[in-house]
């Protein structure tokens, strides 16, 4: 089984609708993280998490918010989706190294979000 | 706004030919990873190389830094077609007190004809 999953894997919603996008990792990370991926302009980071009672924003936060239920499970939620949302989501998770540094990062397999 | 910036945005080789990509970035860095990504799937790390390390080889990859220029290259050698893929690099970067995370730059998509 993958060590991180993502659900759902492919979704189409409309303008307006609220949608949440759920990460799971089994590789015993603390820290867990949520990106965008859209063409030609790489991955942005949305919001990271270094435990369960901590939250922080990325470089591209507004329109999201997100929920650390446990320390397996980071939620991404789009309160109301708009267009310029669609995109490829990825949730990802590393260890916290001993030195303070970023380790090695771990990635899902992604969420395509098209918002009509 | 972005770290690291990787240059070529595209390259197209021939199997058994050797891909160099580069990497730029603007503040100093406790490390500097390269990542993989095939067609809209997930990133998969390839290699991370520390600020006080040169040098880096694993496989047919070698990647090296150069912190004075802030810069990196990644080399595959004797590329094959299933090495067709996005390159990134990542930085980590300090965003206060003990937290660190990684920025990606735009990737190198790098196409290995067979």
């Not at chain 1, 993502?6 to 949440?20: E, F, H, L, S, V």
């Not at chain 2, 603007?26 to 095939?38: A, D, E, V």
Request: with cysteine; glycine share 8%; net charge positive.
């Amino acid at each position: 089984d993958a060590d991180v999953t993502q659900t759902p894997r492919n979704r189409i919603t409309k303008t307006g609708k609220r949608i949440m996008l759920e990460c799971s990792q089994t590789k015993g990370h603390d820290r867990m993280y949520w990106y965008r991926q859209d063409p030609g302009l790489g991955l942005r980071l949305i919001y990271y998490s270094f435990d369960v009672k901590d939250i922080n924003k990325g470089e591209i936060s507004d329109g999201y918010s997100v929920s650390r239920q446990a320390q397996a499970k980071f939620s991404l939620s789009l309160e109301s989706a708009i267009p310029n949302q669609t995109a490829l989501y990825f949730c990802a998770t590393s260890a916290e190294r001993v030195s303070g540094s970023t380790d090695t990062q771990y990635f899902g397999p992604g969420t395509r979000l098209t918002v009509l | 706004s972005q770290q690291g910036e990787e240059d070529p945005q595209a390259l197209s080789i021939q199997e058994g030919e050797n891909a160099t990509m580069n990497c730029s970035y603007k503040t100093s860095i406790n490390n500097l990873q390269w990542y993989r990504q095939n067609s809209g799937r997930g990133l998969v790390h390839l290699i991370l190389i520390r600020s006080n390390e040169r040098e880096k080889h694993s496989g047919r990859l070698r990647v090296t830094l150069d912190t004075s220029k802030k810069s990196s290259s990644l080399l595959i050698t004797a590329s094959r077609a299933a090495d067709t893929a996005s390159y990134f690099c990542a930085t980590d970067s300090n965003s206060g007190g003990s937290n660190y995370k990684l920025t990606f730059g735009k990737g190198t998509l790098l196409t290995v004809n067979p």
